[in-house]
Every structure is written in structure tokens, then in C-alpha cells.
């Protein structure tokens, strides 16, 4: 319990500075006036939507450097970062996610659960798809870094000096899906098992570089089909057996194709780089 209780201490620090942060920032700014004269209108909207993520790396690595690394002694690699072979597991978790979102909805159409329909949801797209193709691959690609390097980087450590691992991965996906609870119980049961894909990943390769690229081409392709109205699930579906929000993670079907990372992640292992 003392880990755990370690991870509450944790959270309630990352968000207690965070918040402090960016309170100093709106003060410094004088609620973002200082920006008005050289931004405007939808700049401004991105200009804070990126300094939101800047301050959350920046808060995230000083919780991580002085609260584990200067203070245990520990290094980088004990949050499972990899001095080589990093960017091939990366891409080889990107392309199992990838892979896994194209076949789930591959099955969605072929047993007419769902059909193309290629109107863009977002009004974005149609001024300047390019932007919009940019900015989710962008932030996708923060996202799951951030996350992956909280969950199975910074709570894993935590959790792996005083659990056996199966034990792990079921704390951390309670704690991850518990995060994504305001998403509704579907997706809170669907992230849990997701969640249990990305530790499993963590633990096989002692790496966080395949759960980030598994995690962002989940990410990424969901966003895309969303934004572009790609795919249309059909009326009548239920959502708990399609899924919302073209996730796999909140419907049955694709929480079956998501579970086929656990045996692809056992082959691509043979794959692993010392």
C-alpha cells in the first residue's frame, strides 16, 4: 500500500504544480493581454492549447527528475526509456496500433455494422485539411508520450518495488482507466483493458518506446476516421457491441481485435533490441 499511497502523493503533486503554473503564467500575462497584441483570433486558441502542453512537460519532468531520479538515484532507463532500439520498438508498436484500428473497421463494414461515409465531422477539414492532419498527429503523438511516461513510466517504477507483476499492470489500468472515468463506464472498462495491452507491452520489452507508438496509432487513427467521417456505424447498432466515437475501446468487437496485441507483442519481442 505504501506505493500506491507513493502515487496518490504523486498525482496530488503533478496537479497541485500544474495548476500553480499555469496560474502564474494567466497572472504574468495579465490574462493572455501581453499575446492579444501579437495574436489573434484562432492563434491565440493554439497558442494556449500549446503552452498547456509545454507546461505539462515541463511539470512532468521536474516531478520525475527531483522527486526519482536526483532524489532515489535512479536514471532514465529506470522509467523505461532505451539507449538504443528505441525508435525501431516505437514503430513497431505505431504500426501494431495502426493495424489493429484498419482491421477493426475493416470488420465493422464487411459485416455491415457500419458504412464509408467521408464527410468530415470537423469544420476544420474543410478550410485546411492539411492543419488539421498536422495538429492530430501532433498532439497524438504528445499525448500518448505524456501518458505512457506517467502510467507506464513514472507509476510502474513506483509500483514495481513493492508488487509482483500481474498485479502491476491491474493497478496501473484501474488507475489509468480511473483517469478517463468522465468518458463514461464503456470506455472506463475498455481503457481498462487497453491499459492492461500497454503495461503487458511495458513489461515484455522493459520499454515505454512500444507502448507509446501502440498508443499513439490508437490515437491517431481514431481521430482521423472521427474528423474525416470515414466510417458511419449504422443505426440500430448497439453502441456497447460497435463502440462510440469510432473507439474500439468502448464496444465489444473491437476490445476482441485490441486484445490481439497481447500475442503480437510475445512476436514482436523476437524482435527486441539489447
Not at 40 to 58: C, D, M, Q, R, Y
Not at 62 to 71: A, E, M, P, T, V
Request: proline share 2%; net charge positive; charged share 15%.
Amino acid at each position: 500500500m505504501k506505493a500506491v499511497f507513493k502515487i496518490i502523493i504523486y498525482i496530488f503533486s503533478f496537479a497541485l504544480g500544474y495548476l500553480f503554473i499555469l496560474l502564474f503564467l494567466a497572472l504574468l500575462m495579465g490574462n493572455i493581454g501581453i499575446i492579444e497584441k501579437f495574436i489573434s483570433g484562432e492563434g491565440i486558441n493554439v497558442f494556449l492549447k500549446t503552452l498547456n502542453h509545454a507546461v505539462l512537460i515541463l511539470w512532468l519532468f521536474i516531478l520525475i527528475y527531483f522527486g526519482r531520479i536526483k532524489k532515489e538515484n535512479k536514471s532514465w532507463r529506470d522509467f523505461g526509456f532505451n539507449k538504443t532500439g528505441y525508435i525501431k520498438l516505437f514503430f513497431l508498436g505505431l504500426l501494431l496500433g495502426l493495424v489493429i484500428i484498419i482491421f477493426y473497421q475493416i470488420f465493422l463494414i464487411i459485416f455491415n455494422l457500419a458504412k464509408i461515409n467521408c464527410r468530415p465531422t470537423v469544420p476544420e477539414i474543410c478550410s485546411n485539411p492539411y492543419i488539421f492532419v498536422i495538429k492530430v498527429l501532433f498532439l497524438s503523438l504528445l499525448t500518448a508520450f505524456l501518458e505512457e511516461l506517467v502510467f507506464r513510466g513514472l507509476f510502474y517504477d513506483i509500483l514495481r518495488e513493492r508488487f509482483k507483476i500481474w498485479q502491476v499492470i491491474v493497478i496501473l489500468s484501474l488507475i489509468f482507466a480511473g483517469f478517463h472515468i468522465y468518458k463514461g463506464i464503456l470506455l472506463f472498462i475498455g481503457l481498462f483493458i487497453c491499459g492492461i495491452v500497454l503495461a503487458y507491452g511495458r513489461y515484455y520489452f522493459n520499454s515505454i518506446e512500444f507502448s507509446i507508438g501502440l498508443h499513439a496509432g490508437w490515437i491517431i487513427l481514431i481521430q482521423y476516421i472521427t474528423g474525416f467521417g470515414l466510417i458511419q456505424i449504422k443505426e440500430g447498432i448497439p453502441l456497447w457491441l460497435s463502440g462510440y466515437g469510432y473507439n474500439p475501446s468502448s464496444g465489444i468487437i473491437g476490445l476482441c481485435f485490441t486484445l490481439i496485441a497481447i500475442p503480437a507483442v510475445r512476436f514482436f519481442s523476437k524482435y527486441k533490441l539489447k
